[in-house]
T-cell receptor, first 118, second 110 residues
Framework: EAGVAQSPRYKIIEKRQSVAFWCNPI?????LYWYQQILGQGPKLLIQFQNNGVVDDSQLPKDRFSAERLKGVDSTLKIQPAKLEDSAVYLC????????????????FGPGTRLTVL | QKEVEQDPGPLSVPEGAIVSLNCTYS??????FMWYRQYSRKGPELLMY??SSGNKEDGRFTAQVDKSSKYISLFIRDSQPSDSATYLC??????????WGAGTKLIIKP
């Protein structure tokens, strides 16, 4: 079974520029998550999709961040314009191919995109 | 105060030692408790998942939950250099939204 794919793996941009990250979840997984992980901290949920609908985006800075999941499969996270404090690893995860609670709790993560904003 | 507290370490122990990793939490509604392992430049992967209180064992790993003290632990027996990683605890109430600790960096010295 192929894992969660993310690209690019690394990105360096200047502040005020825009950037986009792409995620392809595990086939059949209905739930997709985008997390921000700052060095030395645990992952912080930015947005959760169930199929192509948004379940939770309460911690997404909507003035600069946007995300979409077209056709309930791939997803894109965009930052525009970027700030210095956006430097972090952006993790995509997927879960929930079953109906039990446990299937939602086991999240499968991609390798992440390491963003540096200069 | 954070909902989940975890000592960031690093924790350095010799190969073969028993390792104890811990998290405390404040939300009594949490009922699902997880330990994820994260190697450098990789995403986290689920190690163990426990529902409510009690112990769960899987090979060299044992997870303990004490809901009365709001305290969870992960024990690693016969630690190996390959166990060197950051260990993240995560918890959830019935809404299945994970609340994460900051992670403890573990170093196993050969």
């Amino acid at each position: 079974e192929a894992g969660v794919a993310q690209s690019p793996r690394y990105k360096i941009i200047e502040k005020r520029q825009s950037v986009a990250f792409w995620c392809n979840p595990i086939s059949g997984h209905a739930t997709l998550y985008w997390y921000q992980q700052i060095l030395g901290q645990g992952p912080k949920l930015l947005i959760q999709f169930q199929n192509n609908g948004v379940v939770d985006d309460s911690q997404l800075p909507k003035d600069r961040f946007s995300a979409e999941r077209l056709k309930g499969v791939d997803s894109t996270l965009k930052i525009q314009p970027a700030k210095l404090e956006d430097s972090a690893v952006y993790l995509c995860a997927s879960s929930g191919s079953g109906t039990s609670g446990g299937s939602f709790l086991e999240q499968f993560f991609g390798p992440g995109t390491r963003l540096t904003v200069l | 105060q954070k909902e989940v507290e975890q000592d960031p370490g690093p924790l350095s122990v010799p190969e073969g030692a028993i390792v104890s990793l811990n998290c405390t939490y404040s939300n009594s509604a949490f009922q699902y408790f997880m330990w994820y392992r994260q190697y450098s430049r990789k995403g986290p992967e689920l190690l163990m998942y426990t529902y409510s209180s009690g112990n769960k064992e899987d090979g060299r790993f044992t997870a303990q939950v004490d809901k009365s003290s709001k305290y969870i632990s992960l024990f690693i027996r016969d630690s190996q250099p390959s166990d060197s990683a950051t260990y993240l605890c995560a918890m959830s109430a019935s809404n299945y939204q994970l609340i994460w600790g900051a992670g403890t960096k573990l170093i196993i010295k050969p």
